[in-house]
């Protein structure tokens, strides 16, 4: 079967590759282009462990047909860092203990800079809204919640 | 395994292209068809989708709101002059599935999802679907009893009234995870009243069986009356009749059954 090309950027960088029909953009973030952070949970839409930035909107990259981000920016955990500093939401997660067997993060951190990218002063029932399509099976959630509090207030002390 | 993807400028290919194909598929936001191919069902051996911008269009103009089928709720969310519809976007699923979901495949979703559904049927809401045979427009209760035999279609659109009054419309989703989990029971009821007696009264039920079902005979005992603590128990004693929910891991059949008039007594009299 014929294999469609795709070019999209990908942090900042852009890729170009050939897909088959139906690969979803995990698939290609993970496999064919080797960036891990986002992680396979459950491949049906329920756990949020695949959640990437798409034009600055979260996604879940496993039900994202791959052909469909053509011209596309694609923004992962990997690329949020800046050089060897980590974001502030990953130091938040640090610091408040957010992270726990951390399969979840990537996802979780993702779906907290959707939410902050838009709005820097969030409530708490703003952060429990942002990632409630992102399930932890360890922390119980308050510190997750706890860390995104503490990244916005230092964000904002920073700007 | 690898799948055919069909892409087209107009929803009208698209359309031709679905209804030639009984393994053809049409791909909105996603986040059906693609749960489909990752847990690998061979019976979808083609995925159509359509550019078109048409079924990105949402006209709020007149008192008839049209939205396209490829609208997703993150944006009926961001339009204020569909706020009578933001309860149920917000049911959906989390922020990233309402950047994905379209308001035209949920019409399609199996319980226990579909809950924004629940509420265009409440709605009386119309589905515009382009078929090999042309362009129509079907009633959303008609369309819903046929979906099955729906796929071969392309939606294009929805279309339902404002309802009457912010009060006349009401919406509840249960689950047993807050803030986001599965539907127990999703309810939708549209009570347009008219000198204080209810006129037209529509209530909808979701998880109560295959697809969102008219909850006939709870609407029976509104219609004329005032509401009241008198007709809302009347309508919550037979919120059940006619329903054929399942059992599923979220709620027993029987247990649907039990608490459907008692979530619908809460509904009609405003409680939380």
Known sequence: ?159 | MPVTVKTFATAAEAATALSADRAARYLGGGTLVMRALNEGDISISTVVRATDRALNRIDVSSARVVIGAGVTFARILAERELAFLHAPARAIGGPAVRNMGTVGGNLFAQNPFGDFTVALLALDAIVSVQGGLGARDIPIEEFLQSRDRQSGALVLAISCQRPSSADAFRYRKVARIRPKGGSVITLAANLAASSGRITGARIALGSMGPAPMRARAAERALEGRALDAASIAAAAAVAAEGASPSDTAIASAWYRREVIGVHLRRLLSGQE
Do not use: W
Request: net charge negative; with cysteine; charged share 20%.
């Open chain 1, 1 to 159: 079967m014929a294999k469609t090309p795709l070019q999209f950027r990908h942090n900042g960088r852009d890729v170009a590759l050939f897909v088959d029909g139906g690969t979803n953009l995990l698939v290609v973030l993970r496999e064919m282009i080797g960036d891990m952070t986002p992680k396979f949970g459950c491949g049906q839409g329920g756990c949020g462990a695949c959640t990437v930035l798409i034009d600055g909107e979260a996604h879940l990259s496993c039900l994202t047909l791959a052909e469909t981000v053509g011209g596309r920016h694609i923004e992962t955990l990997d690329g949020i860092k800046d050089g060897p500093n980590l974001h502030p939401l990953q130091r938040a997660f640090a610091e408040h203990f957010a992270a726990q067997c951390g399969y979840c993060t990537p996802g979780m951190l993702m779906a907290a800079k959707a939410l902050l990218d838009r709005n820097p002063q969030p409530s708490r029932d703003e952060v429990v809204e942002a990632i409630s399509g992102n399930i932890c099976r360890c922390t119980g959630y308050e510190p997750i919640i706890n860390a995104v509090l503490a990244a916005a207030t230092g964000l904002r002390a920073r700007a």
